[in-house]
Every structure is written in structure tokens, then in C-alpha cells.
């Protein structure tokens, strides 16, 4: 399984980016695809994922802000993220497992990571 983000990058407190994660290889017919971040010094944090049957999650951190959602390909997925704040700075990683969990070491598949910056 290969995981591929692409779209991190700097942006102004109250603007926008959006992630991409292009997943290849997953032979399961459900699965979890979904975001995590992590800052220095802290462990990685689930943000925002969405099983195959179309069930989603946020962390409160970024509830109401962030949209998680899946391309024309249903090996695509996206995250939109809106009003961004400099506390959203962080490494965000795409993952991808039989289930969605909180804890990162139960994902099974992880991309190489992007990074998100953004001042204030």
C-alpha cells in the first residue's frame, strides 16, 4: 500500500489549503482513510477520518473548520481546511487500516507526511 499527500504548504491565520492523499494498493473493500497531526514533541493526533461506508470524524479541534471527503476516485481523499489558525500547524499525515482508531499505531499505512504552516 502506498500513501502519497501532496497540497501542505503556509497560509494566514483565517485561510485555507487542502490536502490530497492518493492511495494505492488497498485491496480491502472497507477501510479508514483519514488525517493525523503532529507537532514537535507530541504524539500523533487523529483529526479527521472517514470509513468506506461513508462515516466520519473529527476532533474537536478542527470540527466545523476542516472537511474531510473523497475524490471521483475512491482512492483519493481530500481535506479542506478553512480558517486556519497558527495552533494548525503541524505535520499532517494521511493514513489508512481495516478500522479508524484514535491510536496512530493501529493504522496500519502511512504517507511520508506534509507540512502545514500558518502564521498569524
Known amino acids: 500500500v502506498q500513501l502519497v499527500e501532496s497540497g501542505g504548504g503556509s497560509a494566514q491565520a483565517g485561510g485555507s489549503l487542502r490536502l490530497s492523499c492518493a492511495a494505492s494498493g488497498i485491496t480491502y473493500s472497507r477501510y479508514c482513510m483519514g488525517w493525523f497531526r503532529q507537532t514537535p514533541g507530541n504524539q500523533r493526533e487523529r483529526i479527521a477520518t472517514?470509513?468506506?461506508?461513508?462515516?466520519?470524524f473529527y476532533a474537536d479541534s478542527v470540527r466545523g473548520r476542516f472537511t474531510i471527503s473523497q475524490g471521483n476516485s475512491k482512492s483519493t481523499l481530500y481535506l479542506q481546511m478553512d480558517s486556519l489558525t497558527p495552533q494548525d500547524s503541524a505535520m499532517y499525515y494521511c493514513a489508512a487500516g481495516p478500522g479508524c482508531y484514535n491510536d496512530p499505531q493501529k493504522m496500519n499505512w502511512w504517507g511520508q507526511g506534509t507540512q502545514v504552516t500558518v502564521s498569524s
Open positions: 472517514r470509513f468506506t461506508t461513508g462515516n466520519t
